[in-house]
């Protein structure tokens, strides 16, 4: 019962047919499997476009650039999350503004973001942590009351006319609240389709946006198109048509496209996602029942207004700190069980800690760190894992 794994992608021959069809076609790169994909994840969203690139850390950077944010911004996000949600904002030279997330809860501070808002503010990154949405009805609710301190400083963020809500929905793809799906709350979410995520391509990510903004979709597609390959005015697929060679570069752009390769990957994953989702969701089940009696605080993936995507099976062990925590993980490793920990507040991070962040002032980050365990949960755990993994942790849970 050793060396169970902790988020191994679930890959079967279908996926493996499906990119040895693509390399046999010659055409490896951003193609039409690509533009299917997308195609696909639209649909499978609800909106009319999406574009897909190499990751969701890329995806968050450009849809920064394409707003026009940079130095002497401010953009507003949780102390609670993986660097990718901050680094992008310091990567185009705005300033990472953060908010401690509400007492007992894995989400950011609600009652504390109108507090962090300046006139500088252009966008805010809530983060759907674990799968779970957040609540976008309050961070609209605070977006709207103070509306009248944002200043627009070019045409894009004047259409929208107040601070644009950028979800970090890494975890999310398929979950849903309120009756709308992961895609269609948010004026932009990101996606991402690494290889631990529930739908992989290997390395990859998404961007949906919504469609009632007054945003122009080919318009925005074609900046993503640009700014994701160069600047380069055609993409390889159509340079490739014959006397259609010529290009031009609009303006110095980056390199972050999917290939079809990838898309290949992604295709098929996308055809079986459900049936994915519904394992998941049927593992957490079995973890909840044999966890509810313990002194243990579980993520709630699912509710009468909301559907998780189930990605992490969060808990919190209640009493214990760093050290007693770090030891049950030690414990669990021991009996062939891997855990995790999501998230070490960015603030105890060096390179945050850098920026002048402290620990001390986000203590709730904290207190939701210092006792949190994170099981395995993947669509390749039997039940007879599932069922190893209660009775271990039970029984070390029940030690400390």
């Given amino acids: 019962m050793k060396n169970i794994t902790f988020s191994p992608p679930d890959i079967t021959e279908r996926e493996i047919e499906e990119v040895v069809k693509t390399m046999k076609t010659g055409w490896i790169t951003t193609g039409p499997k690509t533009k299917k994909f997308e195609d696909e994840i639209a649909k499978f969203v609800g909106v009319k476009k999406a574009v897909c ?6 995806a968050m950077e450009l ?10 911004d401010e953009v507003i996000t949780t102390a609670y999350t993986y660097t990718a949600t901050a680094s992008v904002i310091n990567h185009v030279g705005a300033k990472i503004v953060l908010v401690d997330t509400a ?10 973001l109108e507090k962090v808002i300046t006139p500088n503010t252009k966008v805010i990154i809530p983060v759907d942590i674990a799968g779970k949405m957040c609540d976008y009805d309050r961070i609209y609710d605070v977006v709207e009351k103070v509306k009248m301190k944002y200043k627009p400083s070019n ?37 991402s389709f690494h290889a631990v995520k529930n739908l992989t391509t ?68 996308l055809e079986r996602y459900e049936e994915l989702l519904s394992r998941r ?32 099976y969060l808990t919190r062990i209640k009493g214990i700190g760093e050290k007693q925590r770090n030891n049950i993980i030690n414990k669990l490793a021991a009996e062939g069980i891997p855990c995790n920990v999501h998230y070490k507040p960015l603030p105890m991070l060096t390179a945050y800690k850098r920026m002048g962040m402290d620990i001390k002032n986000y203590q709730n980050a904290y207190k939701q760190y210092e006792n949190e365990i994170t099981l395995p949960l993947h669509t390749q755990l039997s039940d007879e894992q599932i069922e190893y993994i209660i009775s271990k942790f039970r029984r070390y849970v029940a030690n400390e």
């Fill in 281 to 312: 969701k049927e593992i957490i089940k079995r973890f909840d029942y044999g966890l509810k009696d313990l002194d243990v605080e579980l993520i709630e993936h699912y509710g009468e207004l909301y559907s998780s995507s189930g990605h992490l």
């Fill in 103 to 112: 007492p007992n809860s894995y989400e950011m501070d609600y009652s504390m």
């Fill in 63 to 72: 849809i920064l650039r394409i707003l026009g944010v940079g130095p002497g």
């Fill in 202 to 269: 290997s390395e990859g990510g998404g961007i949906v946006w919504r469609n009632d903004n007054g945003l122009d979709d080919k318009w925005m597609y074609n900046e993503l198109m640009l700014y994701s390959l160069h600047g380069q005015s055609k993409d390889a697929l159509s340079k490739s048509r014959i006397g259609a060679w010529e290009y031009d570069i609009i303006y110095p752009g980056f390199k972050c496209n999917m290939t079809d390769i990838n898309a290949s990957i992604g295709l098929i994953q």
């Fill in 53 to 58: 690139l190499n990751s969701a850390t890329a």
């Fill in 155 to 191: 045409d894009i963020q004047s259409l929208f006319g107040r601070i644009v809500v950028l979800a970090d929905s890494a975890h999310a793809f398929g979950a849903v609240r309120n009756g709308k799906n992961c895609g269609q709350v948010a004026d932009f979410t990101v996606f």
